[in-house]
């Protein structure tokens, strides 16, 4: 049998305390084996390499016991164990994220928790939490050494306006959890192992009756209607546009999603609603403004960068690669910036002018990407004085979307 014990800086339960005295095996990170009693005859496996070291534990014959931090169940060593067909006794400690935001005294059902451990390419370990984070009012990220540490996400959170905090070491004694304020604090070394939470200082005990912890799904409802949304002279983009677009965006917890030409900003408040990180790009002050004041409105948080695309994107800094970029103002300078600059898995460009699509199709394909595209022209039912229903056109709208062979990874 093997028992995984979860340590937490607590004493050891009655039932761990067994299991640890009757181990022939007992396997855990240098500083876990040092925490507690294992027994003088059993075998110490020390996890570094953690496939190796499970190996050896599955291999063993009599009672092993693997220790582990916190939860084990959670974002831990248990997954590993079934993965390889053992079914544990697990006896778990309080998460680290738990006892980060109790620390704090912040009530942590309504949080993301995101891990930044892992091997994933082009950076999006850190990419994607960092992206959850700015994503969510409140957010805790698991940190890796080296790969992650907590000055890959600090800057961002603090910039953002969120309250950022350390929690170093919980549980041992010299557990630290710490206030972050300034940007040279953001940079500084940290010990291991370490959780990072971010809160939005205005809805850190959010009203709102949690029922499902973290990111809530899909909105309740997208595609909004453009009377959602403040615009000037109607530049936003039309419901049944946005609909199609939304869907070839993929916006969702993660993931980081750029509006450029943003109007109105619909299209980032949209993305911003399934989870993405959103950022608009508009020219005018006063328009930005009026993306903000959408933002708020409906309750997400956007990053507005005012200029002109795409010379704005290099004077944004700290700004995270994106995932995907909608293109609604700008024309095809902005997707050839945005298509080999940045490389988005995904591209979505509404044109009005014809002649532009032509030259989008091309350089979007010549930039790797897979293109097709459609012509939208809602018809939308509207009462005649008789009340009878007539269709009512909008503007045809072209819309190009290019996907790269790794977007849907
Ligand atoms: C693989 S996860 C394990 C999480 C663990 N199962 C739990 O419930 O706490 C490892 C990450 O948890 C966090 N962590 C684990 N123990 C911690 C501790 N004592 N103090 C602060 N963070 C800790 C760190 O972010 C670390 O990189």
Same mark, same amino acid.
Request: aromatic letters at 4%; hydrophobic letters at 50%; glycine letters at 10%.
């Given at each position: 049998m093997i028992t995984v014990v979860g340590l937490d800086g607590g004493p050891l339960g009655p039932r761990a305390a067994a299991a640890l005295a009757q181990a022939t095996c007992v396997a855990g990170a240098l500083r876990h084996l040092a925490a507690v009693p294992v027994p003088a005859g059993a075998t110490r496996v020390v996890m570094g390499d953690l496939a190796a070291a499970l190996r050896e534990v599955t291999g063993h014959s009599g009672p092993a016991v693997v220790l582990a931090s916190g939860d084990p169940g959670f974002f831990g060593v248990v997954r590993a164990l079934r993965e390889r067909g053992v079914h544990p006794d697990v006896l778990p400690a309080v998460s680290s #994220?738990? $006892? +980060?935001?109790? %620390?704090i005294g912040v009530p942590w059902d309504d949080a993301v928790v995101a891990s930044a451990h892992g091997r994933s390419? !082009?950076? %999006?370990?850190? !990419? %994607?939490a960092l992206a959850a984070a700015l994503a969510h009012p409140k957010a805790a990220i698991l940190t890796a050494p080296v790969s992650a540490e907590p000055r890959a996400f600090l800057p961002a959170l603090l910039r953002a306006g969120r309250d950022v905090y350390v929690a170093e070491r919980l549980g041992a004694p010299d557990e630290a959890v710490v206030r972050v304020t300034d940007a040279a604090d953001a940079e500084r070394d940290r010990a291991h192992p370490n959780v990072v939470i971010a809160v939005d200082?205005? %809805? /850190?005990? /959010?009203? /709102? +009756?949690? @029922? $499902?912890p973290g990111h809530q799904g899909a909105p309740d409802g997208w595609a909004l209607p453009e009377a =959602?949304? /403040?615009?000037? =002279?109607?530049?936003v983009t039309k419901a049944e546009v946005r609909a199609v677009a939304l869907a070839h965006l993929a916006p969702r917890p993660g993931t980081v999603v750029w509006d450029v030409g943003a109007g109105s900003g619909s299209v980032a408040v949209e993305c911003a609603r399934f989870g993405a990180h959103a950022v608009a790009f508009e020219r005018a002050a006063a328009d930005c403004r009026r993306i903000r004041g959408n933002a708020a409105a409906h309750g997400v948080a956007v990053r507005v960068c005012e200029g002109e695309a795409p010379g704005v994107f290099e004077r944004v800094a700290g700004l995270l690669a994106p995932d995907a970029v909608f293109v609604g103002g700008g024309g095809p300078g902005v997707v050839a910036a945005v298509a080999e600059r940045f490389r988005p898995d995904r591209v979505v460009v509404a044109l009005a002018a014809l =002649?532009? #699509? !032509?030259? #989008?199709?091309d350089l979007l394909e010549a930039a790797g990407y897979e293109v097709a595209g459609t012509q939208l022209q809602p018809s939308r039912l509207a009462a005649l004085p008789d009340g009878s229903l007539r269709l009512a056109a909008t503007n045809p709208v072209t819309?190009? @979307?290019g996907a790269r062979s790794t977007a849907a990874a």
């Amino acid at each position: 049998m093997i028992t995984v014990v979860g340590l937490d800086g607590g004493p050891l339960g009655p039932r761990a305390a067994a299991a640890l005295a009757q181990a022939t095996c007992v396997a855990g990170a240098l500083r876990h084996l040092a925490a507690v009693p294992v027994p003088a005859g059993a075998t110490r496996v020390v996890m570094g390499d953690l496939a190796a070291a499970l190996r050896e534990v599955t291999g063993h014959s009599g009672p092993a016991v693997v220790l582990a931090s916190g939860d084990p169940g959670f974002f831990g060593v248990v997954r590993a164990l079934r993965e390889r067909g053992v079914h544990p006794d697990v006896l778990p400690a309080v998460s680290s #994220v738990a $006892l +980060a935001f109790a %620390r704090i005294g912040v009530p942590w059902d309504d949080a993301v928790v995101a891990s930044a451990h892992g091997r994933s390419g !082009r950076g %999006r370990s850190v !990419r %994607r939490a960092l992206a959850a984070a700015l994503a969510h009012p409140k957010a805790a990220i698991l940190t890796a050494p080296v790969s992650a540490e907590p000055r890959a996400f600090l800057p961002a959170l603090l910039r953002a306006g969120r309250d950022v905090y350390v929690a170093e070491r919980l549980g041992a004694p010299d557990e630290a959890v710490v206030r972050v304020t300034d940007a040279a604090d953001a940079e500084r070394d940290r010990a291991h192992p370490n959780v990072v939470i971010a809160v939005d200082p205005e %809805r /850190a005990v /959010a009203p /709102a +009756a949690a @029922w $499902l912890p973290g990111h809530q799904g899909a909105p309740d409802g997208w595609a909004l209607p453009e009377a =959602d949304f /403040a615009h000037r =002279d109607s530049m936003v983009t039309k419901a049944e546009v946005r609909a199609v677009a939304l869907a070839h965006l993929a916006p969702r917890p993660g993931t980081v999603v750029w509006d450029v030409g943003a109007g109105s900003g619909s299209v980032a408040v949209e993305c911003a609603r399934f989870g993405a990180h959103a950022v608009a790009f508009e020219r005018a002050a006063a328009d930005c403004r009026r993306i903000r004041g959408n933002a708020a409105a409906h309750g997400v948080a956007v990053r507005v960068c005012e200029g002109e695309a795409p010379g704005v994107f290099e004077r944004v800094a700290g700004l995270l690669a994106p995932d995907a970029v909608f293109v609604g103002g700008g024309g095809p300078g902005v997707v050839a910036a945005v298509a080999e600059r940045f490389r988005p898995d995904r591209v979505v460009v509404a044109l009005a002018a014809l =002649d532009r #699509v !032509r030259t #989008v199709y091309d350089l979007l394909e010549a930039a790797g990407y897979e293109v097709a595209g459609t012509q939208l022209q809602p018809s939308r039912l509207a009462a005649l004085p008789d009340g009878s229903l007539r269709l009512a056109a909008t503007n045809p709208v072209t819309l190009l @979307w290019g996907a790269r062979s790794t977007a849907a990874a």
